[in-house]
């Protein structure tokens, strides 16, 4: 009885995430208007995909942003202040 209310917890968890995600990354991706119709019709099977392997695709991209801060960290300091 409690594994399976642990698997609906975890999938009703999962799902809102992706779906957080999926709506964020949709506006994102509607608001660019420069890119053409193959381009768009790609970057909408990417965003898909990253919706279904979110949790693979979130901790690699906050290492990019941890990277990214590293490297330009005086720049970034410099614009807080």
Not at 16 to 43: G, K, M, N, P, T
Request: neutral net charge.
């Amino acid at each position: 009885m409690l594994h399976l209310v642990l698997t609906n917890v975890g999938i009703i968890v999962y799902l809102a995430i992706a779906y957080c995600l999926f709506s964020e990354w949709l506006f994102f991706f509607l608001s660019d208007q420069d890119i053409s119709r193959e381009q768009r019709f790609l970057s909408g099977i990417v965003l898909v995909l990253i919706t279904i392997f979110w949790p693979m695709v979130v901790p690699f991209a906050y290492l990019e942003l941890l990277k990214f801060h590293r490297k330009h960290n005086k720049e970034i300091d410099l614009l807080r202040n």
